[in-house]
C-alpha cells in the first residue's frame, strides 16, 4: 500500500539553526500537509499546501516556517531559526482530494521528532 | 474555531471486552470526522471515518457512531485483542475546509 515517507526519523538541531524536515506523499496525491505535536498535547495542524502554493496555514505557521514542493516528489518544511519550543515531533500529511472527493482522507507519514538543543 | 475534547485519556481493558472512546466537537460547519490509531515510533493510521450524512458506519470489530444534534461522536472497538493496545484520536473537519482538529489522544491498552 502507497505511504507518505518522512526523513530523517530524528534531527537534533541548535538553538538558532535551520531545519528542513522532508516528506515524500503518496504519488497521486494532491494535498500536503504538516501537522506536529509537542510532547503530551495535541496534534496541531500547521499548514497545508495545494498546487504550488499554501492553501491555509495556522497561527503557528509564522515567517520563521516555510513549506516548499522542490520537484514532483518532494515536501518540505523549513524552520529558519528553530527555537527551543520548536522541539516536537512533525508529521507530514497528504490526500488525494479533488471533485467531489475533496473530504478524502489524509494520510500520514511516520514523524520526524525534532529535538532543538 | 473547531475544538475537539475526547475522552477517556486512558483506558484498559481486558481482551475480549469492547472499548468506547468519546469525542466532542464544537463547530456544527464540521462534517467528516476520522479515526487514527498511533502504534509507538509510528505515525497516525487512518482505521474508519464517517461523514455527516451518516449516523453510524462499521467495519469488522470497529464502529463509530455520530450524533450531529449533540455534535459527538464515539468510536467502538469489539471484541479488543492485545495488538488494539495504542493511542486513538478522533479528528473533525469542516466542509470546505483544509485542517484536521484533533482531539488529545486516548492511550489503550488490552491486557491479554
Known amino acids: 500500500e502507497p505511504e507518505v515517507t518522512q526523513t530523517p526519523s530524528h534531527q537534533v538541531t541548535q538553538m538558532g539553526q535551520e531545519v528542513i524536515l522532508r516528506c515524500v506523499p503518496i504519488?497521486?496525491?494532491?494535498?500536503f500537509y504538516w501537522y506536529r505535536q509537542i510532547l503530551g498535547q495535541k496534534v496541531e495542524f500547521l499548514v497545508s499546501?495545494?498546487?504550488?502554493?499554501?492553501?491555509?496555514k495556522s497561527e503557528i505557521f509564522d515567517d520563521q516556517f516555510s513549506v516548499e514542493r522542490p520537484d514532483g516528489s518532494n515536501f518540505t518544511l523549513k524552520i529558519r531559526s528553530t527555537k527551543l519550543e520548536d522541539s516536537a515531533m512533525y508529521f507530514c500529511?497528504?490526500?488525494?482530494?479533488?471533485?467531489?472527493?475533496?473530504?478524502?482522507?489524509?494520510?500520514f507519514g511516520d514523524g520526524t521528532r525534532l529535538s532543538i538543543l | 474555531g473547531e475544538n475537539v475534547e475526547q475522552h477517556p485519556s486512558t483506558l484498559s481493558v481486558q481482551e475480549g471486552d469492547s472499548a468506547v472512546i468519546k469525542c466532542t466537537y464544537s463547530?456544527?460547519?464540521?462534517?467528516?470526522f476520522p479515526w487514527y490509531k498511533q502504534e509507538l515510533g509510528k505515525g497516525p493510521q487512518l482505521i474508519i471515518d464517517i461523514r455527516s450524512n451518516v449516523g453510524e458506519k462499521k467495519d469488522q470489530r470497529i464502529a463509530v457512531t455520530l450524533n450531529k444534534t449533540a455534535k459527538h461522536f464515539s468510536l467502538h472497538i469489539t471484541e479488543t485483542q492485545p495488538e488494539d493496545s495504542a493511542v486513538y484520536f478522533c479528528?473533525?473537519?469542516?466542509?470546505?475546509?483544509?485542517?484536521?482538529?484533533f482531539g488529545g489522544g486516548t492511550r489503550v491498552l488490552v491486557k491479554p
Open positions: 499546501f495545494y498546487n504550488n502554493e499554501i492553501s491555509e
Open positions: 500529511a497528504s490526500r488525494q482530494g479533488s471533485g467531489p472527493l475533496r473530504n478524502q482522507p489524509q494520510h
Open positions: 504519488s497521486n496525491h494532491l494535498y
Open positions: 463547530d456544527s460547519a464540521s462534517n467528516y
Open positions: 479528528a473533525a473537519l469542516k466542509a470546505a475546509g483544509n485542517k484536521l482538529t
